[in-house]
């Protein structure tokens, strides 16, 4: 059983991989956010992840130029956050 205890942001969460990474967690309870620079796709996908997994959805739109910047950042805690939960 997968027990989710991070918040996981889908960058490029409004189709594709990303969004059935962000639908996948937040079927086993995760908080998640998407990142879109597209603003119809970003709240199509947020309705449907909604619809589907019977949680709210965090939607951020951002330029591709902060989106770059902000990459490692994200990278280095997601990983912090994960390694504190392997057991």
């Not at 991070?6 to 998640?32: E, N």
């Not at 597209?38 to 997994?53: F, G, S, W």
């Amino acid at each position: 059983v997968f027990h989710c205890a991070v918040v996981l942001a889908a960058i490029g969460g409004g189709s594709g991989i990303c969004l059935g990474i962000a639908r996948k967690f937040m079927q086993h309870g995760c908080d998640t956010v998407i990142v879109s620079r597209k603003l119809d796709r970003l709240k199509a996908a947020a309705d449907e992840l909604t619809k589907t997994t019977s949680r709210k959805v965090g939607v951020s739109i951002m330029p591709l130029s902060t989106l770059l910047l902000l990459l490692p950042a994200l990278a280095d805690s997601m990983l912090m956050a994960l390694s504190c939960n392997v057991k």
